[in-house]
């Protein structure tokens, strides 16, 4: 972020990432088994869908391709018939959705008004958060990325207005081959202090997840 409006750029997972030894999208992940390596990805995936920034994503990594891609084979379109692949597709079409539809994310890229970090110094639970916002602060995105295999309940994350913050999009949802571990759609806003903000939510962060909420008027 230091350095994040002085180009522009474009999150880029291309074909150069998963040829050549350097494994898939889906085996990159740091974990034994392929469900927790879903996890990882969708986690990653909903981080960069929601980062500031353009985005490309190359064929098979979308549906977690379990071999590197091959440019003299098909894709291994059968895996979608697996829960942990093809709830990685459905993230991926529901994130996009998101993404086209809202103007604060696809349209805000560049601005450097558009983005407000809430919190990102707790290392120790691999916690950060941060907003994506219009110019008049009509529209707003709060996201939580939790990046450790352990569920925290109770946990505060500050925000600039009063209401509720509707769940838009949980990587952990069962729907994508998560344990459905979240927060009940959405959460109403506390008048507790937290993060430099006079208003809180008292969120469930599921284990490796990315969670995305939108601001609704009380």
Request: hydrophobic share 40%.
């Amino acid at each position: 972020m230091l350095y994040q409006y002085a180009e522009n750029f474009i999150s880029v997972y291309s074909h150069d990432e998963v040829t050549h030894g350097k494994s898939s999208m889906l085996y990159k992940m740091g974990a034994w088994h392929i469900p927790e390596k879903a996890a990882n990805l969708r986690a990653l995936y909903g981080f960069m869908w929601a980062w500031p920034g353009k985005k490309l994503l190359f064929m098979g990594s979308d549906f977690g391709q379990t071999h590197e891609w091959n440019h003299a084979a098909s894709l291994d379109w059968h895996l979608c018939q697996y829960h942990d692949h093809e709830g990685l597709r459905l993230l991926v079409r529901d994130l996009n959705r998101l993404y086209a539809s809202e103007p604060v994310l696809s349209r805000n890229d560049f601005n450097p008004q558009g983005f407000r970090w809430i919190a990102c110094q707790d290392a120790g639970a691999s916690v950060i958060s941060w907003l994506r916002l219009d110019p008049f602060e009509q529209t707003m995105f709060a996201v939580v990325g939790h990046y450790t295999p352990v569920i925290r309940p109770s946990y505060r994350v500050g925000v600039p207005r009063r209401g509720f913050w509707k769940e838009a999009i949980n990587t952990n949802s069962q729907y994508y081959g998560g344990s459905g571990l979240g927060n009940d759609g959405g959460r109403m806003t506390e008048d507790v202090p937290a993060d430099g903000f006079s208003q809180s939510l008292l969120l469930t962060l599921p284990p490796l997840s990315t969670t995305i909420f939108k601001w609704t008027a009380a």
